[in-house]
């Protein structure tokens, strides 16, 4: 289980998160809704290390996570997606991918800088697990020798999931995957990401695509101003007044 305890962050006056708790569980999707601004890129950033808990604790399996380092975190099992491709666009679709092996090498980095032949069998091993989870991702062989910028948006969504599965993650945090995609696109990413979780990825799932939310994920976590508002399955989040209260108190404020 991957967890977080009563964690909150402050950016100056404003309470970004007020004692978040929320679980995420091994081979599950789990979602983390909410209007803008409800802190749910935040409570990603707390998660992966990007920022520093006020308060709180964050757990893998019960070891605590809380204020350690990105690369730190991702070598504990939990792995994130960006926005976007920017640091890999330059790179074909397969070293993009393979970029996400290197965390797991064995190999020393004298040993990679004179290109001994460990360090060909590690770079051939991660590009051989590149090609792999580029066809389990569905993304065809015809895209993995182009530059990852120059493939179409949906396309460049999971190249970003390969990557970080690359990892080899036991849970994975996508922060709203299906931005940009279309109805189809949206539907091929749930029954990806439903086959990862059947593998038993715990994947958090921040989105604002309620029907896909709503039909992929088994536990759903409401978030409005900082806070978790409603917790349970898609059906009972759905049923809660307070649920309904802050999207439509969202919308009159659009
Ligand atoms: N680094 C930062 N410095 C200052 N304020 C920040 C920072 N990051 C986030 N915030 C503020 O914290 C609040 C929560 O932002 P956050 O991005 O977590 O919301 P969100 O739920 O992801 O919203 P959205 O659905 O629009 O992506 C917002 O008011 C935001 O302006
Ligand atoms: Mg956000």
Redesign the pocket.
């Known amino acids: 289980m991957l967890a977080t305890r009563d964690v909150s962050k402050a950016?100056?006056g404003?309470k970004?998160?007020s004692t978040v708790s929320v679980q995420i569980a091994p081979g599950a999707i789990t979602a983390i809704i909410?209007?803008?601004?409800?802190?749910?890129?935040?409570?990603?950033?707390a998660i992966s290390g990007f920022?520093a808990p006020d308060v709180g604790d964050i757990t893998v399996n019960g070891a605590s996570i809380a204020g350690r380092r990105p690369h730190e975190v991702c070598r504990k099992g939990v792995a994130r997606t960006f926005q976007n491709l920017q640091m890999f666009s330059e790179m074909t679709v397969l070293e993009a991918v393979a970029t996400g092996r290197h965390l797991h090498r064995r190999v020393p980095i004298y040993a990679e800088l004179l290109m001994l032949p460990a360090a060909w069998r590690a770079e051939r091993a991660a590009l051989a697990d590149a090609r792999e989870l580029l066809a389990l991702i569905e993304v065809g062989e015809s895209y993995w020798e182009r530059r990852a910028g120059d493939l179409p948006y949906g396309y460049q969504r999971r190249v970003e999931i390969a990557r970080a599965l690359a990892t080899e993650p036991a849970y994975l945090l996508l922060?709203?995957p299906a931005a940009g995609l279309n109805d189809e696109e949206t539907a091929a990413l749930g029954r990806t990401l439903g086959q990862l979780a059947a593998r038993g990825l715990g994947i958090a799932l921040?989105e604002?695509d309620i029907e896909l939310v709503m039909s992929v994920s088994q536990q759903v976590f409401v978030?409005d101003t900082?806070a978790v508002i409603s917790s349970g399955t898609p059906d009972e989040v759905r049923a809660d007044p307070a649920v309904v209260r802050a999207y439509l108190g969202d919308a009159h404020a659009a």
Request: aromatic share 4%; glycine share 20%; net charge negative.
């Open positions: 950016f100056g404003l970004a998160l909410g209007p803008n601004g409800a802190g749910k890129t935040t409570l990603m950033n920022v922060d709203e921040i604002h978030m900082g």
